[in-house]
T-cell receptor, first 116, second 113 residues
Framework: DAGVIQSPRHEVTEMGQEVTLRCKPI?????LFWYRQTMMRGLELLIY????????DSGMPEDRFSAKMPNASFSTLKIQPSEPRDSAVYFC??????????????FGEGSWLTVV | DQQVKQNSPSLSVQEGRISILNCDYT??????FLWYKKYPAEGPTFLIS?????DKNEDGRFTVFLNKSAKHLSLHIVPSQPGDSAVYFC????????????FGPGTSLSVIP
């Protein structure tokens, strides 16, 4: 089975440019998460969707960040304009909540973003 | 204000010995706790979990202990192997929002051959 697929794996861009990160969740999963990993803050939840609907975007740092999920098999995280402090690894993850309430999520390999 | 804390950024252990990774949490409404393991250049992968109604869960060399009164959990790896060298994230799921998985900052484990 294919796991969560993210692209690009690596992105180097100049400050002020638009960055779009893409994600294909695991088929059949109804939750999709965007996380950001930094040395200072570890894994931060930015936003998550349930059945393509954004549920909680309280972790999105500011208006420069936006995320969409137009269908069950695709999501984007966009940063416009990008800044050097956005440099981090961005993980997409998906899950299917089990009846017990446990929510085991499966991560993609991450998109390494460097803004210079 | 982190709800899930891992106060040791790194840990080194000799191969064959026990590795103990610690995690503290502040929210008594957490219902499930999980440990994820992450190798460099890969995404985190699920390792083991424990429900708040239990105090221990074991899976092979990995055991998670939960002390609810102290709001503390720990992951024990016995015996430690070089392949266990990775970053370990503690995570928690609140009763009020089963959808949300909150991660700690991670502990980097090095197992020395």
């Amino acid at each position: 089975d294919a796991g969560v697929i993210q692209s690009p794996r690596h992105e180097v861009t100049e400050m002020g440019q638009e960055v779009t990160l893409r994600c294909k969740p695991i088929s059949g999963h109804d939750y999709l998460f965007w996380y950001r990993q930094t040395m200072m803050r570890g894994l931060e939840l930015l936003i998550y969707f349930n059945n393509n609907v954004p549920i909680d975007d309280s972790g999105m740092p500011e208006d420069r960040f936006s995320a969409k999920m137009p269908n069950a098999s695709f999501s984007t995280l966009k940063i416009q304009p990008s800044e050097p402090r956005d440099s981090a690894v961005y993980f997409c993850a998906s899950s299917f909540r089990e009846g017990t309430g446990k929510n085991t999520i499966y991560f993609g390999e991450g998109s390494w973003l460097t803004v210079v | 204000d982190q709800q899930v804390k891992q106060n040791s950024p790194s840990l080194s252990v000799q191969e064959g010995r026990i590795s103990i990774l610690n995690c503290d949490y502040t929210n008594s409404m957490f219902d499930y706790f999980l440990w994820y393991k992450k190798y460099p250049a890969e995404g985190p992968t699920f390792l083991i979990s424990i429900s708040s109604i239990k105090d221990k869960n074991e899976d092979g060399r990995f055991t998670v202990f939960l002390n609810k009164s102290a709001k503390h959990l720990s992951l024990h790896i016995v015996p430690s192997q070089p392949g266990d060298s990775a970053v370990y994230f503690c995570a928690a799921i609140p009763k009020t929002s089963y959808d949300k998985v909150i991660f700690g900052p991670g502990t980097s484990l090095s197992v020395i051959p």
